[in-house]
């Protein structure tokens, strides 16, 4: 008789710390350089918001060897997961390995009651393929952002450039409002906004992306959920207030722009509001290691309906305080409206970098893609939820 397939050979289980070495470097890198995976892999393990799996079959020799992993991550107080880190190692595809992570993961989430929603976030056009396949299960568009990612080689904020630098303080001297707030604010103002009825002002599409995991920022529960699980990340939040209230909270007004590698003044004081009519709020979330970044990784979403000056502003906040961190590398996440403006909006930093008199001044590593976020309601009662 024929031998059986190899796919049915496949057997699924959750990973374990020994398992780094079968992953990282069996399966490698999938994302020529930009990886996270070897950067988190420890966090992952041991994180009781997320299951790691991986798939494991027999080679030539008999032996059993992981051939691919992926992963669920529990978002929005557990009402919705994540399917992340999906890859399979090169030398086993075809063996529809991917297909057999699919249905472990989907049948382990059927079996929580509390997940409400599946969402998959990937890179158009270049997840295309993957698109495709998942609205083929009934999966639909939910959300549409723009990247745009930077790099900073030099980890020195003495290496960068002076006209570069000035750009940098002219940006962040524009919005003289804008100043870092605790998570505690962050929560209060929020809070106030949607029972306002103005969150929407905030967040047009009710959620804000970080490292391709996007947030809820609509429901009042999950909201404070995952601002806690950002604030375990390591995450920093920054926020542009109404000018008139300037007068009001001394402590809401910074018109002294610190130094370049000075750490910013963190506002503890909740103040009126934010602003409502440009840019309104960023996040910065904790360092991992890229090891095409010189290292170190800072992924921020900026949160400036359409206002360039604003996404500015928030940028040269955040590249300054990289800067102060020792930071390299940053990837902002940005509304879709900017996109037909996406190469000048930073090209005035870009041509004072290569203006910059240093011979180590900083560079740009400018690439932008649409990231596309797929989602699909949890059916409980259903047999097929793949």
Same mark, same amino acid.
């Given at each position: ?181 605790? +998570? @505690?604010?962050? $929560? %209060?103002? *929020? =809070?106030?906004?949607? &029972? #306002? !009825? ?21 429901? +009042? @529960?999950?909201? $404070? %959920?995952? *601002? =806690?699980?950002?604030? &375990? #990340? !390591? ?26 590698? %000075? ?124």
């Amino acid at each position: 008789p024929a031998p059986a397939p190899l796919e049915m050979a496949v057997s699924i289980r959750n990973a374990v710390p020994g398992d780094r070495e079968s992953v990282i470097n069996g399966i490698g890198d999938v994302y020529e350089g930009y990886d996270y995976l070897p950067a988190r892999w420890e966090s992952w393990i041991v994180d009781p918001t997320r299951e790691t799996f991986v798939a494991e079959l027999e080679n030539e020799s008999g032996e059993r060897v992981v051939a691919g992993l992926e992963t669920i991550s529990y978002f929005d107080g557990g009402a919705t997961v994540i399917f992340q880190a999906l890859r399979v190692h090169p030398g086993h595809r075809g063996k529809r390995i991917a297909q057999a992570l699919a249905t472990h993961l989907h049948a382990r989430v059927k079996s929580n009651s509390n997940v409400k929603l599946l969402r998959i976030t990937t890179r158009y056009p270049q997840g295309e393929p993957s698109i495709r396949l998942f609205k083929a299960k009934g999966y639909v568009d939910a959300l549409y952002r723009g990247l745009l990612g930077l790099e900073f080689p030099n980890r020195s904020p003495f290496g960068v450039g002076p006209d570069a630098l000035r750009v940098l303080l002219e940006w962040r001297a524009s919005r003289p409002n804008l100043v870092q707030v605790t +998570a @505690d604010m962050v $929560h %209060a103002v *929020l =809070d106030r906004h949607q &029972r #306002d !009825g103005t969150l929407s002002d905030l967040f047009p599409c009710g959620v804000i992306v970080f490292n391709w995991e996007a947030f809820d920022m609509a429901d +009042a @529960d999950a909201r $404070h %959920a995952n *601002l =806690d699980l950002l604030v &375990r #990340d !390591g995450a920093t939040f920054w926020a542009e207030f109404y000018d008139q209230d300037q007068d009001q909270d001394p402590q809401c007004s910074t018109a002294t722009m610190p130094a370049a590698a %000075a750490p910013p003044r963190v506002v503890t004081a909740e103040p009126t509001s934010f602003s409502r009519r440009r840019a309104l709020l960023s996040f910065s979330v904790g360092m991992s290691s890229l090891p095409r970044a010189c290292g170190m990784h800072r992924s921020v979403a900026v949160q400036c309906k359409a206002d360039i000056q604003g996404f500015r502003a928030h940028a040269a906040a955040h590249i300054l305080a990289a800067m102060a961190a020792g930071d390299c590398d940053l990837l902002f996440t940005m509304d879709r409206e900017l996109h037909p403006t996406k190469h000048a909006i930073l090209q005035p930093l870009v041509e004072a970098v290569g203006a910059g008199v240093s011979p180590s001044s900083i560079t740009i590593q400018d690439f932008f893609s649409e990231l596309i976020m797929l989602d699909k309601p949890v059916d409980h009662g259903s047999e097929q939820q793949q």
